[in-house]
């Protein structure tokens, strides 16, 4: 394999280049007219415009990528996450042009695509599910039965879902019709297919999730998992790993079940199996995604495995280098997705233009992006500007280094979600690991990203505390100053 393309843009693409680049292969970019500038396209050894800025007319062409790819003598193509990722057809193409596709075969694909047909081949494996309906349904009258069945509060989920569309809650029966009408039509607006099922609401969930990676010799292991429970709108913000709430015994359970799912596809490559762990510690499969995460870098950080690496590797035929007793959680890493949305204003995206952009620095910090000062973030793709990366020996040290590299990093023009980053890593549910996917709804209040943070008002109160109680006892007060001192200088960038 000697050179590949990345059919995707921003950090995905330059985070595959830069790990194809350490491999001695030649990397290929394409573009859209909105990403002219962009890093990923100045970082590839050739870029090719694909087309005006929508994705349709640029980033899923499949056939002028496949046809660029025979033009320039390209070995295999990367498709990243989101656009083509996840589409066995184009996959399918791509293999049939002599052209090797970095991920899993189409009918993995076709399987895992669907919610219902990913439970359908998990089922025969004996793992887990919600319970729900195991066909999608679509007469108003057989929902409103069979909610009253499972019992209320269900979920309405869109069997081609993704990305938390098409998803809604029914609290009670008078509830089902007006809800049910609202998941088909989103689901035929925004994946062209109205299939919806149900599904029990679990209440107080956390979502947790496992990567796997599996050769084509039978060879499968997966590498523990990563929490993503803080959501909004259904969707990820931020992750770490390994989950606070995992004892060894159930990620090894989770783990194995996790292959399981992988081997009722005959899963090839890098992917995730997702889970609900209810406030029991029961888990539930929720879906397979056949791809590359946007969170994979917290397990590449706590196992030191480059995922993408392995990815081209398995691509290549070799075998995986590493049995599952090879593999173990050293340290803890934390994730914060940096976009461009406002969390004072429900996380609307806010673009615009980056003013300054300055990155965090320093040991344990990592960040994916794809932008540089005074570039525009378009209106036409996923608002995210970069990925914040931490790893600390600890979940603590990582944590405290996320606070650092929040206020250290420098980003104007735009409103961002790094504020509220700062706002979970100080919040004491986060530091005490005792939160569920409601996190932003139960513990969010925007107007305190502009007053003091919780945990500065804490150890201000502390500190109000210790020099009252000193005064009392009559002694010196010195050290207590220290403490408050550096308390308010984190004051600044509140
Ligand atoms: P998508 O493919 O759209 O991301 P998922 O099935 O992966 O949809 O679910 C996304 C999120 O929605 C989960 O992480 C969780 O927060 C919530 N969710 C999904 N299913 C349930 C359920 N049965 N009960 C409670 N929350 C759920």
Request: charged share 30%; with cysteine.
């Amino acid at each position: 394999m000697n050179k590949i393309l990345v059919a995707n843009r921003g950090e995905i693409a330059l985070r595959v280049m830069k790990s194809a680049r350490e491999m001695g292969i030649q990397t290929v970019a394409v573009y859209s007219e909105a990403d002219r500038n962009s890093p990923h396209v100045k970082y590839a050894d050739e870029a090719v415009l694909l087309g005006p800025p929508p994705s349709n007319q640029s980033y899923l062409l499949g056939d002028t990528i496949i046809e660029v790819c025979k033009k320039l003598k390209v070995d295999a193509i990367h498709p990243g996450y989101g656009f083509l990722s996840e589409n066995a057809d184009f996959a399918d193409k791509v293999e049939k042009a002599g052209i090797t596709f970095i991920g899993p075969s189409s009918q993995s694909m076709r399987i895992m695509g669907d919610k219902l047909s990913a439970k359908e081949a998990a089922k025969k494996f004996d793992i887990p599910l919600v319970p729900g309906t195991e066909g999608a349904i679509t007469d108003v009258e057989e929902a409103r039965s069979i909610s009253k069945e499972i019992g209320f509060p269900v979920l309405i989920k869109a069997s081609a879902g993704g990305g938390g569309k098409g998803m809604r809650i029914v609290r009670n029966e008078e509830e089902v019709e007006e809800q049910m009408k609202l998941a088909v039509s989103e689901a035929k607006s925004a994946f062209g297919d109205g299939s919806v099922f149900i599904e029990k609401y679990v209440s107080s969930p956390r979502h947790i999730e496992i990567q796997v990676l599996c050769d084509k010799f039978n060879n499968q292991v997966h590498l523990f998992e990563r929490e993503c429970s803080i959501q909004r709108r259904h969707q990820k913000v931020v992750e770490e790993a390994p989950s606070s709430v995992l004892t060894p015994e159930l990620r090894e359970k989770m783990g194995q079940t996790a292959l399981d799912v992988a081997r009722s596809c005959e899963y090839i490559g890098a992917g995730t199996v997702e889970f609900i762990l209810d406030e029991n510690r029961n888990y539930y499969f929720l879906e397979m995604n056949p791809r590359l995460q946007v969170e994979h870098p917290v397990t590449e950080m706590i196992t030191n495995v480059d995922l993408v690496k392995e990815q081209i590797k398995v691509a290549r035929n070799e075998k995986l280098s590493f049995k599952q007793e090879d593999l173990s959680i050293i340290g803890h890493a934390i994730e914060v997705r940096v976009y461009a949305e406002n969390p004072m204003e429900n996380f609307l995206p806010d673009i615009g233009n980056l003013k300054a952009y300055q990155r965090p620095h320093g040991t344990g910090v990592r960040v994916d992006d794809g932008f540089e000062e005074g570039m525009d973030i378009p209106i036409y793709y996923d608002p995210m500007i970069s990925k914040l990366v931490t790893y600390g020996k600890d979940r603590e040290e990582a944590r405290k280094r996320m606070i650092r590299a929040c206020e250290d990093y420098v980003i104007s023009g735009v409103q961002t979600t790094l504020s509220f980053g700062k706002y979970v890593m100080e919040h004491p549910r986060f530091i005490e690991g005792d939160f569920d996917t409601h996190f932003v709804d139960k513990h969010f209040d925007p107007k305190r990203l502009t007053e003091k943070s919780g945990a500065e008002e804490e150890v201000a109160a502390a500190v109000v505390a210790y020099l009252l109680e000193n005064r009392k006892a009559q002694v010196a007060v010195k050290g207590g100053a220290t403490t408050s001192k550096s308390s308010w200088k984190r004051n600044r960038t509140s």
